[in-house]
Each structure stands twice: as C-alpha cells, then as structure tokens.
C-alpha cells in the first residue's frame, strides 16, 4: 500500500479525518417531491419481506425494495433532463468523479427568514473573497438547514396553496454555476437542487436544465453539512450504478480533517 493510502488509514483509526454521514435514512417516511397531478409520480420508498428466519427461509433474513431513482438522500445524472438527453447515465459516471473535494456555502440564517430564498452569484463569489476559489472539478455543497425538516413530508416539501416554498439558486445563479464556475456539481439538503418556486422560473428548474446540460451533477436531500468546515472536506458519494438510470439513491459521506 502506499504511503498517502497508509497514512489515510491511520487517520481514520486515530480519529484525525472523521467520516461525517451526510445521508437521510431511507424508509416509507423518506419525503418525496410531489409533482402536479398530471404529471407521473415518484415511488416512496417500499420493503417487502422475503423471509424472516421462518419457512420462508428458515436461516435468513431479507427484503425486495422498491423505490424511485429520485428518492431520499439521491445523485442526479447529466440525462435526467431534457438539457442533458443523450449524456451520461447514472452508471456510467466515471468513478473518479465519485471523490472529489467539496465546498459548503452556509446561508442557513437567511435561509430562517426567507424559505423562498435564491442564491445568486454575488452570494458565491463574496463567499470566494473569504475562503478562496471553489474547488476546481469539486463540488459545492449549499447549506440552507433544510435537513431539519426532513423528519416531516410536509415541512420539507412547505407548500401552500401558491406552491412548495424552498430555497435553491436563482436562474442566473445556476447557469453561472453550470457554465463558469469550476465544479463538478451542486449539493443540497432539499428534495431537488431547484427552489420550490422554480417552475415558474425563466427557465423553469434553472438548476436541472443548467447542471444536467452542461453534463454537471446534482446531488440532494443531504443531511449534517453543518457538521462540514466551509472548505477542506472530500466528498465520497456512492450511488447504486443503475444501467439507463436517470439518477439513483445514494449513500453521500464526507472526509473532514480535525
């Protein structure tokens, strides 16, 4: 082995790189994006029991799954939008891609005040006079404090008769992310990277016509970002490589150094 591998090891058994888990645990109760009625609909989330140590299979426990490739804590690939049609699906993301250096850009507060809240370009590039420049071929991670409302379908979709009411990125915001700025992709803690407001948006989901067809990747429902320094940490995001998938559940961790 290596000696960067050795030493990466070492870190993790003495506790100087911590792994923080920034993923939504997956069950029935996972919220889901709700669309209008005319439009299909994503699965929650589903076990079905094969066996449970009994005649069934007296030895083993185990589950069928169901679920939507957009469901819970999940990766969004380039042709999960018509921006991105004929770009690369979930499984043939090359893996390199999967660690990469990530970035978080806390408006968590303002976020308090307004649900509705858009980020804008003026919004990262005074984030980048503090802490440097976004990470070349990494990722930003965009904190909101969403996360503590994923206990609650609906306080985390928070609609009203208008709409859902969420934060994300304003239009020019998200084409300047998707085509200027040199990341890999967007990470929330909401249920998609757009704002609950965006399909009244010029475009509409500026985020997903901009990331997916600029070949970018989003990456949502992300749990703990609090919990990440604003620059310094590694991304580790492992979606399930589902052939022809458009996007797939994924178990999102970061490496911190203490």
């Not at 003026?122 to 006079?129: G, H, L, M, S, Y």
Request: proline share 9%; with cysteine; net charge negative.
């Amino acid at each position: 082995m290596s000696s960067v591998l050795t030493a990466l090891t070492d870190a993790l058994a003495d506790g100087s790189v911590e792994v923080v888990d920034l993923t939504a645990r997956l069950s029935s109760e996972t919220p889901v994006i709700q669309l209008p009625p005319e439009f299909g609909q994503t699965a929650r989330f589903e076990l079905e029991e094969i066996s449970a140590y009994d005649d069934r299979g007296p030895a083993w426990y185990w589950n069928n799954f169901r679920s939507g490739e957009h469901t819970g804590t999940h990766f969004d690939a380039p042709c999960h939008w018509v921006t991105g049609r004929g770009g690369l699906d979930v499984a043939s993301v090359p893996v390199g891609h999967l660690i990469r250096p990530a970035v978080v850009l806390d408006v968590s507060a303002r976020v308090a005040d307004d649900p509705d809240f858009l980020l804008e370009v003026d919004d990262i590039t005074t984030w980048e006079q503090e802490h440097g420049p976004l990470p070349d071929g990494g990722w930003l991670l965009y904190r909101t404090g969403w996360d503590a409302r994923s206990d609650s379908q609906e306080r985390f979709t928070n609609a009203d008769e208008t709409g859902p009411h969420t934060p994300g990125m304003s239009p020019e915001c998200a084409r300047w992310v998707a085509e200027e700025a040199p990341v890999i992709g967007v990470g929330v803690e909401t249920v998609g990277t757009d704002a609950g407001a965006a399909h009244s948006f010029d475009p509409p989901f500026p985020c997903h016509a901009s990331l997916m067809g600029s070949g970018k990747y989003g990456l949502t429902q992300l749990q703990n970002l609090a919990s990440l320094p604003p620059t310094g940490a590694v991304l580790v995001v492992g979606p399930l490589p589902i052939v022809t998938g458009s996007g797939a559940p994924a178990r999102a961790v970061a490496l911190v150094e203490r």
